[in-house]
Nanobody, 123 residues
Framework: QVQLVESGGGLVQAGGSQRLSCAAS????????MGWFRQAPGKEREFVAA????????NYADSVKGRFTISRDNAKNTVYLHMNSLKPEDTAVYYC????????????????WGPGTQVTVSS
């Protein structure tokens, strides 16, 4: 079992920056690929970014490419999502997830999920 808890959400103005963190506990964190997903009201959960077991392999949704950066610190069992140039359409609940497969963009490949953290971007 892996337990995940996100933090760092809140209210930010458009054009601003925010960093989300996801702390993991349980089995070996470094054995899991990690992903960030988000879900806005009335919309399906969508892929944001993913990172492999090390920090050399990453994947981003086109909507965040160039603005968001995913990273991980295996010594701290933590994965981060650095968000820059935020837009109102980035408003959503952000979830981190762990996969014992690869750094996929599809939610079914992820085995464990955090409860989510709200990010609200005001215009």
């Amino acid at each position: 079992q892996v337990q995940l808890v996100e933090s760092g959400g809140g209210l930010v103005q458009a054009g601003g920056s925010q960093r989300l963190s996801c702390a993991a506990s349980g089995r070996s964190f470094s054995n899991y690929a990690m992903g960030w997903f988000r879900q806005a009201p009335g919309k399906e959960r969508e892929f944001v970014a993913a990172i492999g077991w090390s920090d050399t392999n990453t994947n981003y949704a086109d909507s965040v490419k160039g603005r968001f950066t995913i990273s991980r610190d295996n010594a701290k069992n933590t994965v981060y999502l650095h968000m820059n140039s935020l837009k109102p359409e980035d408003t959503a609940v952000y979830y981190c997830a762990a996969s014992n497969s690869n750094y996929h963009s599809s939610p079914p490949y992820y085995n464990y999920w955090g409860p989510g953290t709200q990010v609200t971007v005001s215009s």
